[in-house]
């Protein structure tokens, strides 16, 4: 999709690997502070790191969220 001099490209995720030792055996949740994940943050080679967390917000559920 062009916008203007850039362009966004979107992508569907359809399967991942994850090793077990990263992965919360009580739910589906990969435990993100352990894996210590990289991603890419522009297309000018800029990555961060997932250890760099400045804000936590607790999830809560959609009916919790339904009642707000």
């Known amino acids: 999709m062009e916008m ?10 359809v ?3 994850v090793r077990d030792e990263f992965v919360d055996s009580a739910g589906p949740y ?5 894996l210590h994940a990289i991603g890419r943050m522009n297309g000018r080679g800029a ?6 967390v400045f804000l936590t917000i607790p999830r809560i559920s959609y009916e ?3 009642k707000k």
């Open 4 to 13: 203007g001099r850039s362009r966004i490209i979107l992508g569907e995720v």
């Open 15 to 17: 399967s991942f690997y």
């Open 30 to 34: 990969v435990l993100s502070e352990k």
């Open 47 to 52: 990555y961060v790191k997932t250890r760099d």
């Open 64 to 66: 919790e969220w339904k």
